[in-house]
């Protein structure tokens, strides 16, 4: 092996850091865009978000504790398992906002913060845009927020896989 992409695919422990520092910029870059841009996100856009707090729980905890060869591939497979689930959900979310798929019946957006009093409230309800899950709130060369989540995952997912499979190697030769 050699070049960059074998090398870091060779090593498991840097495979792993990589795909927990890429959910990590992908949640920094859905938090940019909510909170400094004001793209309210829609309930599947939030979903999105749950397979990369996850991957960027196990990769630290893998960091930390994944010594041994086992358990660098117990980690490998569920960050595999997790892009998996994050490319779906990205897919089907590009395909609510392209018409294709049906999208929940209640996707209505982020909750707004909650009101302190009546006169709040009511400013709140004049001034509340409800986020739709058919609407895409930004695109990029075509693709929405959920279209480029679907694309990253799923890049990531096959990064995972061709990590497992030279961590575990020939058959009967598995890492120590």
């Given at each position: 092996m050699s070049g960059f992409p074998s090398r870091l695919l060779a090593d498991p422990r840097r495979l792993i850091a990589l795909i927990g520092l890429a959910s990590l910029a992908l949640i920094a870059g859905a938090w940019f865009f909510e909170l400094v841009l004001h793209l309210r996100p829609c309930k599947l856009c939030l979903e999105q978000r749950a397979p990369h707090y996850a991957a960027i729980g196990l990769t630290a905890l893998?960091?930390?504790f994944a010594r041994s060869g086992w358990l660098q591939i117990a980690a490998l497979i569920?960050?595999?398992?997790?892009m998996a689930w994050s490319t779906g959900l990205g897919v089907y979310h590009s395909g609510v906002e392209w018409g294709?798929?049906?999208g929940p019946n209640d996707c209505g957006g982020a909750?707004?913060?909650a009101a302190a009093g009546?006169?709040?409230?009511?400013?709140?309800l004049q001034t509340?845009?409800?986020v739709s899950c058919t609407e895409a709130a930004w695109r990029f060369l075509g693709l929405s927020l959920a279209g480029w989540n679907a694309l990253v995952s799923f890049g990531l997912?096959?990064?995972?896989?061709?990590?497992?499979?030279?961590?575990?190697?020939?058959?009967?030769?598995l890492p120590a």
């Open positions: 893998a960091l930390l569920g960050l595999a398992l997790l294709v798929f049906a909750p707004a913060p009546v006169q709040d409230l009511m400013k709140q509340t845009r409800i997912l096959i990064a995972a896989l061709l990590g497992l499979k030279n961590t575990i190697g020939k058959p009967g030769e």
